[in-house]
Each structure stands twice: as C-alpha cells, then as structure tokens.
Nanobody, 126 residues
Framework: QVQLVESGGGLVQAGGSLRLSCAAS????????MAWFRQDRGKAREIVAA????????YYADSVKGRFTISRENTKKMVYLQMNSLSPEDTAVYYC???????????????????WGQGTQVTVSS
C-alpha cells in the first residue's frame, strides 16, 4: 500500500522560504516519478513541479520557475520542494503525488499520477 505524507507547510511572510517534504512508503520508490501539486480554494489543482524516477529530469510550472526546486533522495524515499521568494499567490494546499513510471517518454507535466498525500497548507502573508 502506497502512502505519501507531506510536511513542512505553514505561515510565512512574502519573500520568505519554506521546504516541503514528502515521505513515501513505497518499496520500489526509485522507480516512481514524483510531483508536487497545489490547490487554492475555488481553483483547480495545478502541477507545480515534478521529478523523474532517477532525479535527473525535472519539470516546473512557469509560475514557480527560478523560485522552487524539487529534489529527491531515493535512499530515504523522500521528495522535497524548496520554495523561495514566496508570494501570496503561492498560498494553497500542496500535495505530493506519485506514479509508478521509470520511463523517459511520458512528460512529467501530464503524467497521470496515481497516489496522493493528504496535503499540507502553505499560507503566504503580504
């Protein structure tokens, strides 16, 4: 059974930083593509960043490029999202997602992720 548990959310002032973590209980974690999504109230869920199984390919939404960094540690079964220069527009619930995929053809941005965490709230005050 796959479980994803996010942590690291909270309240931060505009311009600040947060680091989200996702702990994955997946026996074959190193064969999974991972992603971070976010959803604010009244808005559709959107992908923020994604990383392939080996960590050598990443994707970022235009809105976070240059500010957010996704990374993973396969030996620890962890995925991280370092968020810098946060703005109120980044306020949302952030979700970790996983897909059993170790290929290279399917774009990370449109991957049909199968497993989701419960989410962690990020609130950026102005």
């Amino acid at each position: 059974q796959v479980q994803l548990v996010e942590s690291g959310g909270g309240l931060v002032q505009a311009g600040g930083s947060l680091r989200l973590s996702c702990a994955a209980s997946i026996s074959t974690f190193s064969s999974y593509a991972m992603a971070w999504f976010r959803q604010d109230r009244g808005k559709a869920r959107e992908i923020v960043a994604a990383i392939n199984f080996s960590g050598d390919t990443t994707y970022y939404a235009d809105s976070v490029k240059g500010r957010f960094t996704i990374s993973r540690e396969n030996t620890k079964k962890m995925v991280y999202l370092q968020m810098n220069s946060l703005s109120p527009e980044d306020t949302a619930v952030y979700y970790c997602a996983a897909k059993d995929y170790s290929g290279t053809l399917h774009p990370l941005s449109t991957m049909p992720y199968d497993y989701w965490g419960q989410g962690t709230q990020v609130t950026v005050s102005s």
